[in-house]
């Protein structure tokens, strides 16, 4: 079955470091998003990909950055945690326009 | 920009109870809405979408919801709640300002099923 995975499941980092979250569907979708979810915040979008070579940002950006070599990936990299990034990362996927969207089980991040 | 509220942060009922979760939107053109169910620990699961036709939607896990134009709302609703339905509710809607395939996301709302 076609399915989306997001690695690590959970990852510490210090302060400073940078740090890549994967993300890999086998759905064959040309868009893909990065999220982050926070208390009292729900779902804040921070960078997607409508196909190979195109990235975008999304309301909360700084400090992120994406880039899409493939359809299968879109690996989020924060250039230089910070306390602030701690949170909980959810990958998704969709094929189109009006389709719902697939996510994966999430990244716990904590920057210490 | 297109956006959806939910006005609650948590909603409790009792088990065997009718369910509902309110989300209302703001959009320019026609509302492409998506309601979305998160059990601990794990990532969001669709549970069903309005994008035209009847106003009633069903979907998965014995849910609908009501898409009602005039009050800007999609409310979902579960006839009777049981305590496995206890979980993070999102609504969400198409977000045209950042292309067609953008979903804008509400906060959420935690139903809390009391046996």
């Known amino acids: 079955d076609a399915e989306i995975t997001q690695s690590p499941r959970h990852k510490i980092t210090e302060t400073g470091r940078q740090v890549t979250l994967a993300c890999h569907q086998t759905?064959?979708?040309?868009?893909m998003f990065w999220y982050r979810q926070d208390l009292g915040h729900g779902l804040r979008l921070i960078h997607y990909?409508?196909?190979?070579?195109?990235?975008n940002k999304g309301e909360v950006s700084d400090g992120y950055s994406v880039s899409r070599s493939n359809t299968e990936d879109l690996p989020l990299t924060l250039e230089s945690a910070a306390s602030s990034q701690t949170s909980v990362y959810f990958c998704?996927?969709?094929?189109?326009?009006?389709?719902?969207?697939?996510f994966g089980q999430g990244t716990r991040l904590t920057v210490v | 920009a297109q956006s959806v509220a939910q006005p609650e942060d948590q909603v409790n009922v009792a088990e065997g109870n009718p369910l509902t979760v309110k989300c209302t939107y703001s959009?320019?053109?026609?509302?492409?809405l998506f309601w979305y169910v998160q059990y601990p620990n794990r990532g969001l699961q669709f549970l069903l979408k309005?994008?035209?036709?009847?106003?009633l939607v069903k979907g998965s896990y014995g849910f609908e919801a009501e898409f009602n134009k005039s009050q800007t709302s999609f409310h979902l609703k579960k006839p009777s709640a049981l305590v496995s339905d206890s979980a993070l509710y999102f609504c969400?809607?198409?977000?045209?300002?950042?292309?067609?395939?953008?979903?804008?996301f509400g906060k959420g709302n935690q139903v809390v099923v009391i046996p």
């Open positions: 998704a996927s969709r094929s189109g326009f009006g389709t719902e969207a697939f």
């Open positions: 759905w064959n979708h040309n868009n």
């Open positions: 990909s409508y196909g190979v070579q195109d990235t």
């Open positions: 959009v320019s053109g026609n509302p492409y």
């Open positions: 309005y994008i035209t036709g009847d106003n």
């Open positions: 969400a809607v198409r977000d045209i300002d950042g292309g067609n395939n953008r979903l804008a």
